[in-house]
């Protein structure tokens, strides 16, 4: 339906849109938590795209909702093993700044190598598992611009728009993955920190068993996509009525590792890795006396979400001053009005009331004279008639008593 459509198309816009601003938060951040954080709001910008895929494409939907659910697994398993990563790192370091740490790949092999699985998942390498769904999500925005082209040149217009940031949040989450990775594990680490660091050994083996376990659950969902398809994704979807089935059947049959998808990474990969190699060493090698850091920028005050709290919470204020403001100055110019007004009501009042007293007070009188009149013109017809009701009254007790007398004698 027409509803269903727009409402889809709108979810695709809300979902790319808070993609691209997780992305970007992510990318400046210092913090390896912070931008795990900002990571996982660009994530939820993926699943929702899947959703928005479905109700735009109707019921050939069906590998929208399969990239939603199929990416809702993967987030889970490689997001928690980075967040279980994180605070090893943590753990050993008591530091989560990523300009304060380094070197960690020789200090704590193992939690490096899982850390690399969860990250190349993250980025959507071939053969990890974030690949996989960010193939069917592309796939899903290809299908909606091929809906599209049949149904105007508008919307066809931003589904391409929608392709191309896509590529750009691919090309960001590869950004701020290999950051973290380099900055975390791989660099040498600052001066100021290299006697914290030589304390720093690999966490305990419980530590690597759960963050383990993520791991190998990452590779799994990347290197079997067509066994998770068929026994996990595929009967789920199935649930859902209304799907076309020869397009749910589709899925069962889709080459995930074929050339036409593992080209598509290219792009955002060259894109990411290029931004990042060009960053990193312009960090690396810019002079000492020079404060500017290009992994340290700061974005528009009006990107930040609290900017539109502050601002929303000041305007509110100035509006219940300038409210009070004004109802005073209508009090101000309103007030005599009203003053008339009700002067002239309450006086209005007060001759009703006397209106209302002259008419009780005619209605009185003049029953009053008409009962006095009524009263002497009926008064000796009244005693009349009285006198002769008691004459007859008279006349028949005397006969009763003569009648008694008779009778007994």
Known sequence: PPDVQSLGFALIWIAITSAFIGMVLAVKQSDLKRTLAYSSISQMGFLLLGVGGLAYLGAEGSIGLAGSLYHILNHAFFKGCLFLVAGSVLYCTHETNMFNLGGLWRKMPLTTLIWC?????????PLFNGFVSKCMLHHTIVEAQYLAAGGGVHQLAWLQAV??????????????????????FFRPPPKEASRHMEKVKEVP??????????????????????L??????????????????????HLCELEVYSWYNIKSIFLPLALGAGLFVVLAARSHFRNKGEKYDPFHF?????????????????????????SEGLFARIRQRCMPVAQRFMSALFSSERLFDQARRALFDIIKNGSTNICQIARRACLPLIREYAGDIALGALFIAVSLALFLVLTIV
Do not use: N
């Not at 699985?117 to 390498?125: D, E, P, R, Y």
């Not at 998770?228 to 059947?249: N, Q, T």
């Not at 974005?299 to 100035?318: E, N």
């Open 228 to 249: 998770v398809l068929r026994h996990l994704i595929i009967p789920v979807v199935e649930m859902f009525h209304g799907l076309d089935h020869h397009a749910v059947a």
């Open 117 to 125: 699985i969860a990250a190349l998942g993250l980025m959507g390498i």
């Open 163 to 184: 392709d191309i940031l896509y590529i750009i949040i691919c090309a960001g989450t590869i950004l701020y993955g290999l950051k973290m990775s380099y900055y975390v």
């Open 298 to 322: 700061s974005l528009p005050a009006w990107f930040s979400i609290d900017h539109w709290y502050v601002q929303g919470a000041r305007g509110f204020i100035r509006a219940c001053f300038a």
């Open 205 to 226: 083996g419980w530590m690597l068993g759960g963050a383990g376990v993520l791991a190998i659950g990452v590779l799994v969902l990347g290197l079997a996509p067509g």
